[in-house]
C-alpha cells in the first residue's frame, strides 16, 4: 500500500512537471523531481519630476508632477524629502522664506515587493521675495459732508500671496470698511487720513493712504411762509358763486414738505391756524416746497383727513413750488393753490378745490376739541373730482358718485365722503354748508350713533323720523361750526344758481319730529346766543356734542330720533328742561322720551303710534301698516318698528303677513340691536316674508319692517298692512 501511494504521487508529480514515465508496467523502485527555482524579480521603480528643476520666490509655490511606476508593483512609497526648508505634496512644492537664494533638493524614493528601490530628485531653486504689495485707493482723496458715508475702493496686488492684511487705520474719528467711509461728525473742515496695510508671505509690507477732506454741515436755514387757496364766495343774496369776489384764505393745518433736487423729503412740517408754516433745511441747497391736501395729528385730538381723486387710483392731491437755492439766510416762500377760474369758465387746474373742502373741516375738529381735548377722530378720505356727478350708480372711477355729495359707508373698512365737482351742473368744493354736512354724518357714525336709512330729503318733507333727525343734525352741524346760519348750495351754470335758507326760521313747513327742518331748528336754537320765538336757550356746542357722544344716547335700545336726542339731552341738563321743552313744542313735539310717548302730531300717517310696536315671543301677532301717503322710500309711514325681548340663546322665526291693502307687495324687514345691524331678510316673494336667526344675546331688538316695492321712484308704491309675528 505504501508503495502503490508512493508511485501515485512520483507519478503526478511527473505529470504536474509536464514529465513522462519510462518503461512499461510496472516498476519496483521509486523517485521524485524537483521544480526549477522561480525568476527573481530585478526590476527596479521608475520615478521622475516633471519638470526636475524649478525656481520660485521665497515663502512662494510651484508645481511639479511626480511619476512613479514599476513592471509588477510599488510596495513602499514614493516617499519625498526637502532639503533646507523645502516641503512637497500633491505636486505643489512649498518654497520656505529665505534671505538669499537657495537650493532645496527633494528627493523621491519607492521600493517593490522584490526589495528594489530607485529615486528621482526635484531640484528648486528659491529666490529671496524683495517685492511688497501694492495697495491702492480709487478715489485717493475725497471731500465729504460732516457723518457722511461715501465709496473708496481698495485694492491689493502681489507677486506672491497675502499673509496679513489688509487693515485700515483711520484718524481723527473716520472709519472706513467694506470700501465706505463714514466721516465723523465735524463743525470746521477736518482732514482724515486712512491708512491701509497689508503683508506677503515674506515679510513685506505695503501701505496706502486716502485722504478725506470732511466738511461741517452747512448752516440750516429756515424757509418759511404762507399757504392760501382761492375762495370763491356766495354771491350776497346767498345763491350762487361770485367768482369776481375771490379772495386767497388760508389752508389750515395741512401737510408742507420741503423736497430736495431728486424728490427725497428734507423735512415736514404742518400749517397752523393761520396757514403758516416754517420748516429747518440746509444752506445753500436746492429746495422745493410741496403741499399735500391732508390734515394729519398724532397727538392731542388726532385725525387724518385726505383729499384723494377717486378718478385717478384715489391718489391724493398736492400742488408744489419752484425749485431753488436755499441760500444762505432765512426766506419766505408762499404758495396759493389756484382756482382754476379763467374769468367766464374752468381754464386750468382747479388746485384750489381740496383745500376748500379741507379748511371747513380743520374749523370743525378744532370746534369739537375745543370741547373734547381727547377726541380721536378715526381717519377719512373725501373724493372729489372734476369728474363727481350726479348719476343713478355710484362708479366711483368713473366720477359716477349716486344722488350727490354723500357720507357712504361700503364695508367697515371703507368709509368715504364723496364730493361733487361737476362743473356747470353741480360742484359743491366751496359750499361749506354741505361740506361739513356731509362730514355730519360721517360724525355721527363714527363718534355718535345713526339710525338713518339716507336717501332724498328736503325741508317739507315728512320724514322717517331717523332720517329726520341725521339730516337735521347735519344741517344744524353746519352752522354751528360755520357760526352761519345761512344754508347755501351752490349749482347750475357757472355754478351761479342753487338755494338757501336759515336754520334760525322756526315757522318751517310740516314742522314736527319727522321734519329735519324742524330738528335743525331745535339743535341751532339749543347753540345760538339769539333769543326769537321760543327760543331762550343758548347753551352752544358742549351740550349737544355730550348728548350725541354719551353711552346712554349711543347704546340706546330704541331707534335714534330726535326724540331720543331730547330725552338724554334733559337728562344731562335738568336745569334747561322747561326752555327745552318750549323749544321742541314750538315745532309742534310733545313726546317726553325715546318713544316718543305722549306725542300727538302724527304727521298725517294714522296708525304711526306708538312709535315702536311692543310684540311679544310666541305671543300673538302685531299689525302693521305701511304707507305711501307723505311719498315713498324714506318717507314717514313707510316702515314700521317693533321692539321684542330675546329672553334666552335661541334660534327665533320672523314671519311677515300681508293681510290687506294693495297685493302687489314684497315685504321685507330688517334686525338691529341698540345700533347695531344684524341682519336682513329679502327675498322675491310677494305678500310674505319668513326668516330665522340664531340670537345668543339676551335683551331687547329692534324690527325695522317695510315694503320694497315702496322704494324711491317706485310705480308700484301702496299702501297695505301685515301681521308680523315672532316664535322660537
Same mark, same amino acid.
Given at each position: 500500500?505504501?508503495?502503490?501511494?508512493?508511485?501515485?504521487?512520483?507519478?503526478?508529480?511527473?505529470?504536474?512537471?509536464?514529465?513522462?514515465?519510462? #518503461? $512499461? *508496467?510496472?516498476? +519496483? !523502485? %521509486?523517485? /521524485?523531481? =524537483?521544480?526549477?527555482?522561480?525568476?527573481? &524579480?530585478?526590476?527596479?521603480? @521608475?520615478?521622475?519630476?516633471?519638470?526636475?528643476?524649478?525656481?520660485?520666490? #521665497? $515663502? *512662494?509655490?510651484? +508645481? !511639479? %508632477?511626480? /511619476?512613479? =511606476?514599476?513592471?509588477?508593483?510599488?510596495? &513602499?512609497?514614493?516617499?519625498? @524629502?526637502?532639503?533646507?526648508?523645502?516641503?512637497?505634496?500633491?505636486?505643489?512644492?512649498?518654497?520656505?522664506?529665505?534671505? %538669499?537664494?537657495?537650493?532645496?533638493?527633494?528627493?523621491?524614493?519607492?521600493?517593490?515587493?522584490?526589495?528594489?528601490?530607485?529615486?528621482?530628485?526635484?531640484?528648486?531653486?528659491?529666490?529671496?521675495?524683495?517685492?511688497?504689495?501694492?495697495?491702492?485707493?480709487?478715489?485717493?482723496?475725497?471731500?465729504?459732508?460732516?457723518?457722511?458715508?461715501?465709496?473708496?475702493?481698495?485694492?491689493?496686488?502681489?507677486?506672491?500671496?497675502?499673509?496679513?492684511?489688509?487693515?485700515?487705520?483711520?484718524?481723527?474719528?473716520?472709519?472706513?470698511?467694506?470700501?465706505?467711509?463714514?466721516?465723523?461728525?465735524?463743525?470746521?473742515?477736518?482732514?482724515?487720513?486712512?491708512?491701509?496695510?497689508?503683508?506677503?508671505?515674506?515679510?513685506?509690507?505695503?501701505?496706502?493712504?486716502?485722504?478725506?477732506?470732511?466738511?461741517?454741515?452747512?448752516?440750516?436755514?429756515?424757509?418759511?411762509?404762507?399757504?392760501?387757496?382761492?375762495?370763491?364766495?356766495?354771491?350776497?343774496?346767498?345763491?350762487?358763486?361770485?367768482?369776481?369776489?375771490?379772495?386767497?384764505?388760508?389752508?389750515?393745518?395741512?401737510?408742507?414738505?420741503?423736497?430736495?433736487?431728486?424728490?427725497?423729503?428734507?423735512?415736514?412740517?404742518?400749517?397752523?391756524?393761520?396757514?403758516?408754516?416754517?420748516?429747518?433745511?440746509?444752506?445753500?441747497?436746492?429746495?422745493?416746497?410741496?403741499?399735500?391736501?391732508?390734515?394729519?395729528?398724532?397727538?392731542?385730538?388726532?385725525?387724518?383727513?385726505?383729499?384723494?381723486?377717486?378718478?385717478?387710483?384715489?391718489?391724493?392731491?398736492?400742488?408744489?413750488?419752484?425749485?431753488?437755492?436755499?441760500?444762505?439766510?432765512?426766506?419766505?416762500?408762499?404758495?396759493?393753490?389756484?382756482?382754476?377760474?379763467?374769468?367766464?369758465?374752468?381754464?386750468?387746474?382747479?388746485?384750489?378745490?381740496?383745500?376748500?373742502?379741507?379748511?371747513?373741516?380743520?374749523?370743525?375738529?378744532?370746534?369739537?376739541?375745543?370741547?373734547?381735548?381727547?377726541?380721536?377722530?378715526?381717519?377719512?378720505?373725501?373724493?372729489?373730482?372734476?369728474?363727481?356727478?350726479?348719476?343713478?350708480?355710484?362708479?366711483?372711477?368713473?366720477?359716477?358718485?349716486?344722488?350727490?355729495?354723500?357720507?357712504?359707508?361700503?364695508?367697515?373698512?371703507?368709509?368715504?365722503?364723496?364730493?361733487?365737482?361737476?362743473?356747470?351742473?353741480?360742484?359743491?368744493?366751496?359750499?361749506?354748508?354741505?361740506?361739513?354736512?356731509?362730514?355730519?354724518?360721517?360724525?355721527?357714525?363714527?363718534?355718535?350713533?345713526?339710525?338713518?336709512?339716507?336717501?332724498?330729503?328736503?325741508?317739507?318733507?315728512?320724514?322717517?323720523?331717523?332720517?329726520?333727525?341725521?339730516?337735521?343734525?347735519?344741517?344744524?352741524?353746519?352752522?354751528?361750526?360755520?357760526?352761519?346760519?345761512?344754508?347755501?348750495?351752490?349749482?347750475?351754470?357757472?355754478?351761479?344758481?342753487?338755494?338757501?335758507?336759515?336754520?334760525?326760521?322756526?315757522?318751517?313747513?310740516?314742522?314736527?319730529?319727522?321734519?329735519?327742518?324742524?330738528?335743525?331748528?331745535?339743535?341751532?336754537?339749543?347753540?345760538?346766543?339769539?333769543?326769537?320765538?321760543?327760543?331762550?336757550?343758548?347753551?352752544?356746542?358742549?351740550?349737544?356734542?355730550?348728548?350725541?357722544?354719551?353711552?346712554?344716547?349711543?347704546?340706546?335700545?330704541?331707534?335714534?330720533?330726535?326724540?331720543?336726542?331730547?330725552?338724554?339731552?334733559?337728562?344731562?341738563?335738568?336745569?334747561?328742561?322747561?326752555?327745552?321743552?318750549?323749544?321742541?313744542?314750538?315745532?309742534?313735539?310733545?313726546?317726553?322720551?325715546?318713544?316718543?310717548?305722549?306725542?300727538?302730531?302724527?304727521?298725517?300717517?294714522?296708525?304711526?303710534?306708538?312709535?315702536?310696536?311692543?310684540?311679544?315671543?310666541?305671543?300673538?301677532?302685531?299689525?302693521?301698516?305701511?304707507?305711501?301717503?307723505?311719498?315713498?322710500?324714506?318717507?314717514?309711514?313707510?316702515?314700521?318698528?317693533?321692539?321684542?325681548?330675546?329672553?334666552?340663546?335661541?334660534?327665533?322665526?320672523?314671519?311677515?303677513?300681508?293681510?290687506?291693502?294693495?297685493?302687489?307687495?314684497?315685504?321685507?324687514?330688517?334686525?338691529?340691536?341698540?345700533?347695531?345691524?344684524?341682519?336682513?331678510?329679502?327675498?322675491?316673494?310677494?305678500?310674505?316674508?319668513?326668516?330665522?336667526?340664531?340670537?345668543?344675546?339676551?335683551?331687547?331688538?329692534?324690527?325695522?319692517?317695510?315694503?320694497?316695492?315702496?322704494?324711491?321712484?317706485?310705480?308700484?308704491?301702496?299702501?297695505?298692512?301685515?301681521?308680523?309675528?315672532?316664535?322660537?
Amino acid at each position: 500500500m505504501g508503495l502503490q501511494k508512493t508511485v501515485q504521487v512520483s507519478a503526478l508529480a511527473l505529470m504536474a512537471l509536464g514529465g513522462v514515465a519510462c #518503461g $512499461g *508496467g510496472s516498476s +519496483s !523502485s %521509486s523517485g /521524485s523531481v =524537483t521544480p526549477p527555482p522561480p525568476v527573481a &524579480d530585478t526590476t527596479s521603480p @521608475s520615478l521622475s519630476f516633471s519638470p526636475a528643476t524649478l525656481s520660485v520666490l #521665497g $515663502g *512662494g509655490t510651484a +508645481s !511639479s %508632477s511626480l /511619476s512613479a =511606476t514599476d513592471n509588477v508593483r510599488i510596495t &513602499d512609497g514614493p516617499t519625498i @524629502s526637502c532639503t533646507n526648508g523645502g516641503t512637497f505634496s500633491a505636486g505643489t512644492f512649498r518654497a520656505p522664506i529665505v534671505a %538669499s537664494s537657495t537650493t532645496s533638493e527633494c528627493t523621491a524614493t519607492a521600493s517593490d515587493a522584490a526589495g528594489n528601490s530607485s529615486s528621482a530628485t526635484l531640484t528648486v531653486t528659491i529666490v529671496p521675495d524683495t517685492e511688497a504689495p501694492v495697495l491702492s485707493f480709487s478715489p485717493e482723496t475725497l471731500t465729504v459732508p460732516s457723518g457722511s458715508p461715501v465709496t473708496s475702493t481698495l485694492s491689493i496686488t502681489d507677486n506672491a500671496v497675502i499673509a496679513l492684511g489688509p487693515t485700515v487705520t483711520c484718524t481723527n474719528g473716520g472709519s472706513f470698511s467694506g470700501n465706505v467711509f463714514t466721516a465723523p461728525t465735524v463743525t470746521a473742515n477736518m482732514t482724515v487720513v486712512c491708512t491701509a496695510t497689508a503683508e506677503d508671505g515674506s515679510g513685506n509690507s505695503g501701505t496706502a493712504e486716502l485722504t478725506v477732506t470732511v466738511t461741517p454741515p452747512p448752516p440750516q436755514v429756515t424757509i418759511s411762509g404762507k399757504i392760501t387757496y382761492d375762495y370763491v364766495p356766495f354771491n350776497t343774496n346767498n345763491i350762487g358763486l361770485n367768482y369776481n369776489a375771490i379772495s386767497q384764505e388760508p389752508a389750515p393745518g395741512v401737510t408742507v414738505e420741503a423736497l430736495n433736487s431728486n424728490g427725497a423729503i428734507l423735512q415736514t412740517a404742518h400749517t397752523d391756524g393761520n396757514g403758516d408754516y416754517s420748516l429747518s433745511v440746509n444752506g445753500n441747497t436746492e429746495v422745493r416746497i410741496r403741499v399735500k391736501a391732508e390734515m394729519v395729528q398724532t397727538s392731542g385730538p388726532e385725525w387724518d383727513v385726505k383729499v384723494v381723486d377717486n378718478t385717478s387710483s384715489d391718489s391724493l392731491y398736492a400742488f408744489q413750488g419752484s425749485l431753488a437755492n436755499s441760500g444762505s439766510v432765512n426766506s419766505t416762500r408762499n404758495l396759493n393753490a389756484a382756482s382754476g377760474w379763467g374769468g367766464s369758465s374752468y381754464t386750468s387746474t382747479r388746485v384750489a378745490a381740496p383745500f376748500a373742502i379741507l379748511a371747513p373741516i380743520y374749523e370743525s375738529m378744532q370746534r369739537v376739541s375745543a370741547v373734547d381735548s381727547d377726541v380721536i377722530f378715526p381717519s377719512i378720505n373725501f373724493n372729489w373730482s372734476v369728474n363727481n356727478r350726479i348719476a343713478d350708480n355710484i362708479d366711483l372711477a368713473r366720477g359716477e358718485i349716486g344722488t350727490g355729495s354723500a357720507y357712504v359707508s361700503f364695508s367697515n373698512a371703507d368709509r368715504r365722503l364723496l364730493i361733487l365737482g361737476d362743473d356747470n351742473t353741480d360742484t359743491d368744493e366751496y359750499d361749506k354748508h354741505v361740506i361739513i354736512h356731509e362730514w355730519g354724518h360721517y360724525f355721527e357714525d363714527q363718534l355718535s350713533r345713526s339710525d338713518s336709512i339716507g336717501g332724498l330729503h328736503g325741508p317739507g318733507d315728512r320724514l322717517d323720523p331717523r332720517v329726520a333727525m341725521g339730516e337735521g343734525f347735519g344741517n344744524a352741524l353746519s352752522g354751528i361750526m360755520t357760526d352761519d346760519p345761512i344754508y347755501k348750495d351752490s349749482l347750475g351754470s357757472r355754478q351761479e344758481q342753487g338755494f338757501s335758507f336759515d336754520l334760525e326760521a322756526n315757522a318751517v313747513e310740516n314742522e314736527g319730529w319727522y321734519s329735519e327742518a324742524s330738528v335743525q331748528s331745535i339743535l341751532y336754537d339749543i347753540y345760538d346766543n339769539t333769543d326769537d320765538g321760543s327760543d331762550t336757550l343758548s347753551a352752544g356746542f358742549a351740550p349737544i356734542y355730550n348728548v350725541l357722544t354719551s353711552d346712554s344716547y349711543r347704546n340706546n335700545i330704541l331707534f335714534t330720533t330726535i326724540f331720543s336726542f331730547l330725552e338724554q339731552f334733559r337728562l344731562n341738563n335738568p336745569s334747561d328742561v322747561t326752555v327745552l321743552n318750549a323749544l321742541a313744542s314750538g315745532q309742534s313735539i310733545i313726546g317726553t322720551d325715546s318713544q316718543g310717548t305722549g306725542e300727538t302730531n302724527n304727521g298725517g300717517v294714522a296708525g304711526v303710534f306708538p312709535l315702536h310696536k311692543n310684540i311679544a315671543v310666541n305671543g300673538p301677532s302685531v299689525e302693521i301698516c305701511l304707507d305711501v301717503s307723505q311719498g315713498e322710500g324714506n318717507k314717514l309711514g313707510n316702515r314700521s318698528y317693533l321692539a321684542f325681548d330675546v329672553a334666552a340663546p335661541a334660534i327665533y322665526t320672523f314671519r311677515m303677513n300681508r293681510v290687506s291693502g294693495d297685493s302687489n307687495r314684497n315685504p321685507e324687514f330688517s334686525l338691529h340691536r341698540a345700533g347695531e345691524f344684524i341682519g336682513v331678510a329679502v327675498s322675491d316673494e310677494l305678500n310674505s316674508e319668513v326668516a330665522s336667526a340664531n340670537l345668543t344675546d339676551t335683551g331687547q331688538y329692534l324690527i325695522d319692517a317695510y315694503d320694497q316695492n315702496n322704494g324711491r321712484n317706485s310705480n308700484i308704491a301702496a299702501n297695505a298692512c301685515y301681521d308680523f309675528r315672532i316664535t322660537r
